[in-house]
């Protein structure tokens, strides 16, 4: 192949008190936050779609805020994952993707449907939720990505499913989660939550050049070969594929200059 998909990494949100003196300028005032978080990295991760309903004007600020080229992931409203029958999630799951999120257009990246610990493997019942995920709104193509935080979903019938679906795995580097790395849709998403706030780029350099490594692999499209995978005998297509890298949870503080760090790596 000749050409590799698009490295894209970033943190979680763009406001955080302890940014205010450590990330961004003295002088700089908070509605110019983004504005400036969105030139240092190429893509951030919006938690606060999780908890509340924002506005289609919200969106539409955003994208205005934020220069061409930058891409937002969606965190989706928890009221859709967080049910003990996921395949009655279809009104929960159309009232967010109606609340204005295709106001951001082509900065629109994917949107990650995040489940709780406590939620188990069910493939029928799982099956019926991925079925509810449209490719499409208002015109503006999704692309989705589920985080399963539950053991039962390292088997080779979940990675078939969302396979099947062309639904991202997120990657969760997370001190207790599963690490599940099968690539089953045409994009890479990886959430990397174990920084600290002692190491000024919040991972150490070691293990940024790892993941350096594991990001470029993806997107020239192959597979790490020292990360697990729920269904080790498959192997996705070799194609290119963008990957967005997120850093988040532990180290919060150094996570912008982490995202940095890695983009400089990949060479971007």
């Avoid at 939720?129 to 985080?147: I, N, S």
Wanted: net charge neutral; charged share 25%.
């Amino acid at each position: 192949m000749s050409a590799a998909g698009t490295i894209r990494s970033g943190m979680g949100g763009w406001t955080f008190e302890p940014w205010d003196t450590s990330f961004y300028p003295e002088t700089l005032s908070k509605a110019k936050q983004l504005n400036y978080a969105s030139r240092q990295v190429p893509t951030i991760e919006v938690n606060g779609t999780y908890y509340s309903t924002f506005k289609p004007p919200t969106f539409a600020k955003w994208a205005k805020d934020t220069p061409d080229g930058f891409v937002f992931s969606l965190k989706a409203i928890r009221f859709a994952t967080n049910r003990r029958v996921l395949a009655e999630a279809g009104e929960s799951v159309q009232r967010f993707l109606d609340s204005g999120v295709s106001e951001l257009g082509d900065k629109l990246g994917p949107i990650l449907w995040q489940f709780a610990p406590t939620k188990r493997f069910d493939a029928d019942d799982f099956g019926a939720f991925l079925a509810l995920l449209p490719e499409k709104q208002d015109g503006v193509t999704l692309r989705h990505a589920v985080e399963v935080r539950h053991d039962s979903f390292i088997v080779p019938e979940f990675a078939a499913l969302a396979r099947k679906h062309d639904v991202a795995i997120v990657y969760a580097d997370h001190a207790k989660y599963p690490a599940i790395s099968d690539v089953t849709g045409d994009f890479v998403y990886a959430r990397l939550q174990t920084g600290s706030d002692d190491n000024p780029d919040c991972y150490t350099p070691k293990a940024l050049d790892q993941w350096a490594e594991r990001v470029k692999t993806w997107a020239a499209g192959g597979e790490p070969d020292d990360l697990k995978r729920a269904d080790p005998g498959t192997r996705a297509e070799a194609r290119p594929r963008d990957v967005f890298a997120y850093f988040i949870t532990e180290g919060k503080v150094r996570a912008p200059f982490g995202a940095m760090a890695l983009m400089k790596r990949v060479g971007s």
